[in-house]
T-cell receptor, first 114, second 112 residues
Framework: KAGVTQTPRYLIKTRGQQVTLSCSPISGHRSVSWYQQTPGQGLQFLFE???????NKGNFPGRFSGRQFSNSRSEMNVSTLELGDSALYLC?????????????FGPGTRLTVL | KQEVTQIPAALSVPEGENLVLNCSFT??????LQWFRQDPGKGLTSLLLIQSSQREQTSGRLNASLDKSSGRSTLYIAASQPGDSATYLC???????????FGAGTILRVKS
């Protein structure tokens, strides 16, 4: 079974631009979560989508948004990029059925904001 | 607010040594606890998942224990190998909400 895939793997943007990252979960997984990893703050939860609905949201500004499609693929968008948005963005999927809620992570998208 | 702490922050050991990584959390109302491994610049690999009702889980040379009432978990690695060198992360899922709260990690180096 294929794992979680994320595209693109690397991205370089300049301040003020916007960016869209994509995540394809493991087949059959309906929950997709996004996390930001930085050296200073570690891993922080951004949001979770389940059946195309945002169920949980972390403490990030409104510039960070996401969505989920009917095939469970998810995208996150960051508008008006700031230098501090440079980070590794990780996507995780989980089954959410019968107590099976182990989260499986993708390889991440490395975003650099110049 | 749930907070997760991992001790030590870094550890360097010779090959073959058995070692213990520690994780503590402030709120015992958790759904489960997961241990991950992260290689430099890469994503997270799930090592072990312990449900809140369980005491321990084992996979190969890895054994993780959970003491929910005291807010602690340990990851035991037997007969360490250079390939075990990585950052080990502990994460708890609160009772409500499918999100993980992570510790800062333990950077492990196993010397050959």
């Amino acid at each position: 079974k294929a794992g979680v895939t994320q595209t693109p793997r690397y991205l370089i943007k300049t301040r003020g631009q916007q960016v869209t990252l994509s995540c394809s979960p493991i087949s059959g997984h309906r929950s997709v979560s996004w996390y930001q990893q930085t050296p200073g703050q570690g891993l922080q939860f951004l949001f979770e989508y389940f059946s195309e609905t945002q169920r949980n949201k972390g403490n990030f500004p409104g510039r960070f948004s996401g969505r989920q499609f009917s095939n469970s693929r998810s995208e996150m968008n960051v508008s008006t990029l700031e230098l501090g948005d440079s980070a590794l963005y990780l996507c995780a999927s989980s089954l959410i059925r019968g107590g099976h809620n182990e989260q499986f992570f993708g390889p991440g998208t490395r975003l650099t904001v110049l | 607010k749930q907070e997760v702490t991992q001790i030590p922050a870094a550890l360097s050991v010779p090959e073959g040594e058995n070692l213990v990584l520690n994780c503590s959390f402030t709120d015992s109302a958790i759904y489960n606890l997961q241990w991950f491994r992260q290689d430099p610049g890469k994503g997270l690999t799930s090592l072990l998942l312990i449900q809140s009702s369980q005491r321990e889980q084992t996979s190969g040379r890895l054994n993780a224990s959970l003491d929910k009432s005291s807010g602690r978990s340990t990851l035991y690695i037997a007969a360490s190998q250079p390939g075990d060198s990585a950052t080990y992360l502990c994460a708890v899922r609160p009772r409500y909400g499918n999100k993980l709260v992570f510790g800062a990690g333990t950077i492990l180096r196993v010397k050959s």
